[in-house]
């Protein structure tokens, strides 16, 4: 039976990808990150997680509630809107259950150190072997091949081999890494590409694929001009702090309240900004007329800088960013709490409210707008198992006996 007939018991969720079923067997934040925007998207995803292991994430704060009812919100922002199953795949009924939830599902995703799933009897060969069109997403540190493949990872392994690390931070001082977890979020924002690529490709060949995402490869194409700089003129990216290699002025600058981020370096938008600040006679200043002359580090840093400094002194993040922000790029470096508050943020839709333990909490909504799809619903992330016999029985068609027998043999 087709997976897309599968899933109505599921409480399947409305969106463009309804009748889209996939077993997600990834913990933390590199996978569930990827299957929580199929969700959001309207997929029906099925979390597996070990019965007696389940992802770690659960233990990361903040938390919602008190004693046997506390829920973290870290695990319900990257696993809402999920089905919750246990499987031990250690065991062979556990096995023999993914194996059939296979046959029903559209996409799989994990993201073990590769070798895991080989090891455990359901590599992708086998899995295809049930289900031709099953897209197999695989989410690692350094990927399927290569010679450093079977490398454990986490996200600043992806941060220190992908280049990103050795470029950021302040010039003179030690690398800082990036300060969220860019390594695991890219390779989940690449592999849900990839997976709906392979998954366009299942629907119109009958013949599903593997999709190989690795953090490295995913972090070096975040390094932006670093690549070329070196291949081309053996030019090596180094810390910069708040600046740009070759563009300038572009970068945060100090006012009032705070720091705003200001690039107005074309001529254009130096002109519009001399003459925005009461002295347009600066844009035809000797020594900085030019964007030309004003990409020279000494002018920008002796001439240019001072220029803004002055001016953006007498003024705060909003009183700068309403008297310029629509005309030049010029905009307030908020903290979080100011970005969580902002009524264009609210506008988008992009803080959403998720019930975690009883309450309504908010965190980042979905940041795909689809002009003909209503706005996504939110639901809790599931406890360990909370659904074993909701998915065992709508889709295997598992009785009440059957499932108190896997539970008391440590299966689910």
């Not at 296979?102 to 992708?124: C, H, Q, W």
């Amino acid at each position: 039976m087709n997976a897309k007939n599968d899933t109505k018991g599921l409480g399947e969720r409305s969106g463009p990808l309804q009748g889209v079923t996939i077993l997600d067997i990834t913990r933390v934040v590199a996978g569930p990150f990827c299957s929580m925007l199929f969700a959001d998207l309207g997929a029906t995803v099925i979390k597996v997680e070990h019965p007696g292991d389940p992802d770690y994430a659960r233990t990361f704060p903040p938390f919602v509630g008190d004693g046997d009812d506390q829920f973290s919100a870290f695990f319900t922002q990257f696993n809402r809107n999920k089905r919750g199953i246990t499987l031990n795949l250690k065991s062979e009924d556990g096995k023999a259950l993914l194996k059939k939830l296979v046959a029903k599902a559209d996409i799989l995703v994990e993201n073990f150190r590769p070798g895991t799933m080989d090891k455990l009897g359901l590599s992708y060969e086998t899995l295809r072997e049930i289900n031709p069109k099953l897209v197999y997403t695989a989410i690692s540190g350094f990927g399927r091949t290569g010679p450093n493949s079977s490398r454990p990872a986490y996200d600043n392994t992806g941060q220190a081999v992908g280049g990103l690390w050795s470029m950021n931070g302040y010039p003179d001082l030690p690398p800082v890494r990036v300060g969220t977890i860019i390594g695991d979020l890219a390779a989940s924002l690449y592999a849900a590409i990839g997976t709906l690529a392979a998954l366009r490709e299942a629907e119109r060949n009958g013949k599903g694929q593997v999709v190989d995402v690795s953090q490295q490869d995913s972090v070096l194409t975040l390094t932006e001009n670093a690549v070329v700089r070196y291949t081309v003129e053996k030019d090596v990216a180094t810390p910069l702090g708040n600046d740009h290699p070759f563009v300038r002025p572009y970068g945060q600058f100090p006012c009032k309240d705070g720091y705003v981020f200001f690039g107005g370096y074309t001529d254009k938008f130096w002109a519009i900004t001399c003459a925005l600040f009461g002295e347009p006679e600066m844009a035809r200043a000797p020594g900085i007329e030019t964007m030309e002359k004003r990409f020279d580090p000494v002018v920008a840093e002796t001439k240019v800088k001072p220029l803004l400094e002055r001016w953006f002194s007498n003024y705060t993040k909003a009183e700068l960013e309403e008297m310029a922000g629509d005309q030049v790029p010029l905009s307030a470096i908020k903290t979080i709490p100011e970005v969580v508050e902002d009524p264009h943020i609210a506008a988008r839709n992009m803080i959403v409210n998720v019930p975690v333990a009883g309450k309504l909490i908010g965190m980042f909504g979905l940041p795909i707008k689809l002009s003909d799809t209503d706005q996504s619903t939110f639901e809790k992330a599931p406890s360990p198992g909370e659904h074993n016999a909701e998915v065992l029985a709508s889709l295997l068609g598992v009785t009440s006996d059957e499932l108190d027998r896997l539970k008391a043999s440590g299966a689910i």
